[in-house]
């Protein structure tokens, strides 16, 4: 069973506005959640993480929701770049150093 | 800037065939990762090795994958035979110790197997 579901497989976003990027998770072990960024022909690329004690974190234009209840989280865009196209992976962990678990990615199209 | 190596950048290769995949983490990085990533999925996790130790093989294809890190750095994906369902992305990634969350990825390996 996917433990972590990525259930928009594509969105498109004009320029300047708000890209959201969502993901669900099933196991209550996760206490971790990351974002990658990957490019074609390249590895995926850090972008931001959350802590399961905080709901929000913020880096630059890049904002992570984390709501436990729901077993939901968001990558909010503000504002939303061309050179943000690229496909978004969600990750969750149990343990540090353990294994990433990822969904299966999200394809933004940032459209000038 | 500190990058995880990995090569080949793309292998071709016929079933039945052996084929390896080089891997070299961030200086220093203790514990070493190998992902498969099918198109269209998630990358999910073959081996966890801290230092030149395994740590998970669990999702590892033991009769044709072998995987070593033996003195600590830099690592080894084997497959032999190759099968087609094989054909995917190998990543290798990387993480400073087993304190810390974040992993950092390199280019990863292009497998085609025809």
């Known amino acids: 069973d996917q433990q972590v579901k990525q259930n928009s497989p594509s969105l498109s976003v004009q320029e300047g506005r708000i890209s959201i990027l969502n993901c669900d998770y099933t196991?209550?072990?996760?206490?971790?959640f990351l974002w990658y960024k990957k490019y074609p022909a390249e590895g995926p690329t850090f972008l931001i993480s959350?802590?399961?004690?905080?709901d929000k974190n913020e880096d630059g234009r890049f904002t992570v929701f984390l709501n436990k209840s729901a077993k939901h989280l968001s990558l909010h865009i503000v504002p939303s770049q061309p050179g943000d196209s690229a496909v978004y992976f969600c990750?969750?962990?149990?343990?540090?150093?353990?294994?990433?678990?990822f969904g299966g990615g999200t394809r933004l199209m940032v459209k000038p | 800037e500190a990058e995880v190596a990995q090569s080949p950048r793309y292998k071709i290769t016929e079933k039945s065939q052996a084929v390896a995949f080089w891997c070299d983490p961030i200086?220093?990085?203790?514990?070493l990762y190998w992902y498969r990533q099918i198109l269209g999925q998630g990358p999910e996790l073959l081996v966890q090795?801290?230092?030149?130790?395994?740590?998970?093989d669990s999702q590892l294809p033991k009769d044709r994958f072998s995987a070593e890190r033996l003195k600590g750095v830099d690592s080894t994906l084997k497959i032999q035979p190759a099968e087609l369902g094989d054909s995917a992305m190998y990543l290798c990634?990387?993480?400073?110790?087993?304190?810390?969350?974040?992993?950092?990825f390199g280019p990863g390996t292009r497998l085609t197997v025809t």
């Open positions: 990750a969750a962990s149990a343990d540090a150093g353990n294994m990433l678990t």
């Open positions: 196991n209550s072990m996760f206490d971790y």
């Open positions: 959350i802590s399961s004690i905080k």
């Open positions: 200086s220093g990085h203790a514990t």
């Open positions: 090795f801290q230092d030149e130790s395994v740590v998970d």
């Open positions: 990634a990387s993480n400073v110790d087993g304190n810390s969350y974040e992993q950092y």
